[in-house]
């Protein structure tokens, strides 16, 4: 039997990157899987593919950032599989690589917004539903920058530390209600959201963030889904409140 077999999961910012990679891995362990996303055309795309494939997906357009958008898809979503056993808040965007002193307030608002209240809306609908049903999973992603510092991200770091704080007082809050909740923090993963930020492969910005990590050598979206399954599942069943690193030793310096 499939690891996930039967499980409905949720995966907002699921069709592109370390989304898209987590929400082909929970499929093809069994999962039921609905991605969420403002992207409406890759997302629809990916869940097709995985229905052709013999998985089972939806797409639902989704704004992490407005919380009665996010009730309504947590109630779609129990709607059509009456119920929700995962969920992984992975929605976010870096923002501009500014410093504080030059950063623009709306901007900042927006990385907040998407970033950190996108997890806190997430987590408040799916807690409310989780209850109802007698428990289930949860896993928020941070970043290696919800513990180091970084230049000319401010916004996105104060985001991502912000978050781990969230999931260990939510994790205390709900312990006792069979409510895991973990977070991840990948350290610098090759997916649109770096190339986006002018990071390309052969570019000297690539190299150094390759040079930051001691493996040698930026990380993939499978390695960090394999970590969010691992979180979600059984095998991790005494694990709460952790943030669990994926980063190359990035932190180990």
Known sequence: MKRFEGKVVMISGGSS???AETTIAFAEEGAKVVITDVNEEK??????EINESGG???????????AKQTKEIINKIVEKFGKLDVAFNNAGIAGPSLPISEYPEEEW??????????????MKYQIQQMLKQGGGTIVNNSSILGKVGFNNASAYVAAKHAVVGLTKAAALEYASKNIRINAVNPAFIKTPLI???GMKEGTEMYDMLVGLHPIGRLGNPREVANAVLFLSGEDASFIHGESL?????YTAK
């Open 17 to 19: 990157g370390i989304g």
């Open 56 to 66: 089972t997906a939806v797409f639902m357009k989704h704004n992490v950032a407005d």
């Open 195 to 197: 190339e986006n930020a």
């Open 43 to 48: 997302g629809r795309k990916l869940a097709e």
């Open 109 to 122: 608002e927006r990385v907040i917004s998407i970033n950190l209240l996108g997890v806190y809306y997430g």
């Open 245 to 249: 690193m994926v980063d190359g030793g």
